[in-house]
């Protein structure tokens, strides 16, 4: 090889990581390729294990997840950029939406929630999906942190019928939630999500219905 | 390289250089996950996986990596495997990467890795450098798998909680009964340094007491050379 310049071994080990890259691109994109629908199977049947826990399949007949229509920015649902609502059928009439909402003052950021409200008003089930609460103290709001196994707190939810849903409070605050000493924070951010979100459900419940599926409110 | 020399690696790995409690290398994630014996272990297995790789990719191709930009490729190389082992735990162990999901990406930031990369596979034969890889990933999975049973025994005193998604019907074992109150601060970040800590000087304690027994009882050999 002639001597190096400045200008040559630019050039040398430009072109090696240039190399480098491509190779190592097509590793990524060819890996991407193969795990692609294996990895959305995954994320649809995460999915509806999750929609089983707050909706038994009994209740609706429809291909759920393909129901569906997306809102903007909502404020009752605590969402900035916008969620989905899916909608329960069955035999075509109503029988359940699925909400994602948001708990936006939970202890430590944002709580994640999907809330499933029966098409007669009532709560059917909720879940978190995603939320950072202290582990240990404010983790009970997720049932797969909850030490009480056999009713986690969560489930408190799916006993209010649509008369009780002024009650979907804090018993501290008036209302017929239990929650842990020590730990209200994270408590009360997911109840008062929860009655925003069947409250929303009730006010808008024929335009969430009626709309086309996969149309944009 | 003969069978020794791999033993060697293979020693260094786990005991003599080991990442978490000599080196103290990586502490980041160490530290982020051990709350579980479960996350503990899981997120180590990861991690052996993309050091045996990276360390076998790179060992491979030391010949064409220009010294002077070796550093960036061998980000470049380490990303990729992580992405790629990323996207495997996925589309496989779908349950277990609900459960890692944010930590694996976290594995290119883990300077053991690089590390491990710059000071032996770039200077090794592949077979070595793999072994070497595993050999950093099961020392650091030790400490990892330790950490997580100290942290997960006092804070919420339980050991293996989490088991049921990686084996469905495993349980998790209540030491304590299910009334124990739990006791935070083991499974927040500062019962990490405490832990941590603790092992630090357990394995420093060892080595000394290892040290004091050889001066203790000097080698037979009595005619050294006087020294001036």
């Known amino acids: 090889m002639s001597e190096t310049t400045a200008l040559?071994?630019?050039?040398?080990t430009g072109s090696v990581m240039v190399a480098f890259t491509v190779i190592f691109t097509a590793v990524m994109a060819f890996t991407y390729g193969a795990t692609k629908t294996q990895i959305e199977a995954s994320a649809t049947e995460e999915k509806m294990k999750l929609i089983s826990e707050v909706l038994p399949a009994t209740a609706y007949d429809n291909v759920l997840l393909d129901d569906?229509?997306?809102?903007?920015?909502?404020?009752?649902?605590?969402?900035?950029?916008g969620g989905h609502i899916y909608?329960?059928?069955?035999?075509?009439?109503?029988?359940?939406?699925?909400?994602?909402?948001?708990?936006?003052?939970?202890?430590?950021?944002?709580?994640?929630?999907?809330?499933?409200?029966?098409?007669?008003?009532?709560?059917?089930?909720?879940?978190?999906?995603?939320?950072?609460?202290?582990?240990?103290?404010?983790?009970?709001?997720?049932?797969?942190k909850d030490k009480n196994k056999k009713s986690p707190w969560i489930t408190q939810f799916a006993e209010l019928k649509a008369a009780d849903l002024p009650r979907c409070k804090l018993t501290k605050d008036g209302g017929q939630i239990a929650y842990h000493t020590g730990a209200t924070i994270s408590a009360r951010a997911v109840t008062t999500a929860v009655a925003r979100a069947a409250g929303y459900a009730a006010a808008n419940h024929d335009r969430l219905?009626?709309?086309?599926?996969?149309?944009?409110? | 390289m003969d069978i020794k020399a791999y033993r060697d690696i293979a020693w260094n790995g786990i005991w003599k250089q080991n990442?978490?409690?000599?080196?103290?290398?990586?502490?980041?994630?160490?530290?982020?996950?051990?709350?579980?014996i479960v996350n503990a272990v899981s997120l180590g297995l990861a991690t052996i996986l993309v050091m045996a790789m990276?360390?076998?990719?790179?060992?491979?191709?030391?010949?064409?990596?220009?010294?002077?930009?070796?550093?960036?490729?061998?980000?470049?190389?380490?990303?990729?495997?992580?992405?790629?082992v990323d996207l495997a735990f996925n589309a496989y162990l779908h349950e277990l990467y609900l459960v890692l999901?944010?930590?694996?990406?976290?594995?290119?930031?883990?300077c053991i890795v690089l590390a491990r990369v710059e000071a032996f596979a770039a200077k090794n034969e592949p077979i070595g450098s793999t072994i070497d890889g595993i050999a950093m990933g099961i020392g650091l999975t030790l400490v990892l798998a330790v950490l997580g049973a100290i942290r997960e025994l006092i804070g919420s005193g339980t050991l293996l909680s989490g088991i049921e998604m990686l084996f469905p019907g495993a349980e998790a074992i209540h030491v304590f009964g299910d009334d124990y109150p739990g006791f935070l601060i083991a499974i927040l970040p500062p019962g990490a340094f405490f832990a941590l800590g603790c092992l630090i000087?357990?394995?420093n304690w060892l080595e000394a007491r290892k040290l004091a027994r050889a001066r203790m009882n000097p080698p037979a050999i009595t005619d050294t050379p006087a020294e001036a």
Do not use: M, W
């Open chain 2, 19 to 36: 990442t978490g409690v000599v080196q103290i290398l990586g502490l980041c994630p160490i530290l982020a996950i051990s709350t579980s």
């Open chain 1, 209 to 217: 219905f009626a709309a086309p599926s996969g149309d944009k409110l």
């Open chain 1, 8 to 12: 040559g071994l630019s050039a040398r």
């Open chain 1, 68 to 81: 569906v229509i997306t809102v903007g920015p909502t404020r009752e649902l605590g969402l900035d950029e």
């Open chain 2, 101 to 110: 999901g944010i930590f694996i990406p976290l594995i290119v930031t883990n």
């Open chain 1, 87 to 144: 909608r329960a059928r069955k035999a075509g009439q109503p029988a359940a939406l699925l909400l994602e909402a948001t708990a936006p003052d939970g202890y430590s950021g944002r709580i994640e929630l999907i809330v499933a409200i029966r098409a007669d008003g009532g709560v059917s089930g909720v879940r978190a999906v995603a939320h950072r609460e202290t582990p240990g103290l404010g983790d009970y709001i997720d049932p797969r």
């Open chain 2, 201 to 203: 000087a357990g394995r």
């Open chain 2, 54 to 84: 990276s360390n076998l990719v790179i060992a491979a191709l030391r010949n064409f990596i220009p010294y002077e930009i070796r550093i960036p490729v061998f980000i470049l190389i380490i990303a990729a495997l992580t992405t790629v």
